[in-house]
């Protein structure tokens, strides 16, 4: 099992930038991939950043350039730092790790709400 805990969303104006932070815990090993991913109302859950354990990224079109996916192996936690926000932005941002053995964990989601 592995317990993943997203922190640092909030409320932030257009432009403005907030860092999310995915802390992980349990059996954290056979990782195949990491990354974020957002829903907002109404919409289906989207990809916006994957990390894989060699250090590969890939990014959402619409978030190129302005997010950057990282992580920090020795605290086992995830990044997400996002810049020039824009109110299209704003949904429930989820931190989920795909397993090699075939199973992914989510997080809880923190809520991002971007003003105009």
């Known amino acids: 099992q592995v317990q993943l805990v997203e922190s640092g969303g909030g409320l932030v104006q257009a432009g403005g930038s907030l860092r999310l932070s995915c802390a992980a815990s349990?059996?954290?090993?056979?990782?195949?991939?990491m990354g974020w991913y957002r829903q907002a109302p109404g919409k289906q859950r989207e990809l916006v950043a994957v990390?894989?354990?060699?250090?590969?990224?890939n990014y959402a079109d619409s978030v190129k350039g302005r997010f950057t996916i990282s992580r920090d192996n020795a605290k086992n936690t995830l990044y997400l730092q996002m810049n020039t926000q824009k109110p299209e932005d704003t949904a429930v941002y989820y931190c989920k790790y795909d397993m090699a053995y075939g199973v992914g964990y989510w997080g809880q989601g923190t809520q991002v709400t971007v003003s105009s």
């Open positions: 349990g059996s954290i090993f056979r990782i195949n991939a």
């Open positions: 990390i894989t354990t060699r250090g590969s990224t």
